[in-house]
């Protein structure tokens, strides 16, 4: 089993920044990746970034590229999205993930585990 939980969401300015945090707890689960992803209402859910844990080798959605970044830090068991550059159009709730990514780095069939979300409101 894995226990996923995220924080570090907020209300900003349009410009400003935030950091999530998702803190993983595995029991007996082998899980190689661990991503972000968001949901807009009304939109599809969308991958934003991911990370395999033991490279550090990271991916990124085209919209997010250069203003957000993935890191984790395995001591703590924990992953990090910093997100910078804030936009209106990343109103979302975002939820971190883990599994193993086979191909592609958003493929939902590969994350099992799912943490509750976290919401992150952005103002103009």
């Known amino acids: 089993q894995v226990q996923l939980v995220e924080s570090g969401g907020g209300s900003v300015q349009a410009g400003g920044s935030l950091r999530l945090s998702c803190a993983v707890f595995?029991?007996?689960?082998?899980?190689?990746?661990v991503a972000w992803f968001r949901q807009a209402p009304g939109k599809a859910r969308e991958g934003v970034a991911a990370i395999n844990i033991g490279t550090g080798r990271t991916g990124y959605a085209d919209s997010v590229k250069g203003r957000f970044t993935i890191s984790r830090d395995n001591a703590k068991n924990t992953v990090y999205l910093q997100m910078n550059g804030l936009k209106p159009e990343d109103t979302a709730m975002y939820y971190c993930?883990?599994?193993?990514?086979?191909?592609?780095?958003?493929?939902?069939?590969?994350?099992?585990?799912w943490g509750q979300g976290t919401q992150v409101t952005v103002s103009s």
């Open positions: 595995s029991s007996g689960y082998t899980y190689r990746h």
């Open positions: 993930a883990a599994g193993i990514a086979y191909g592609s780095w958003f493929g939902d069939n590969d994350y099992t585990y």
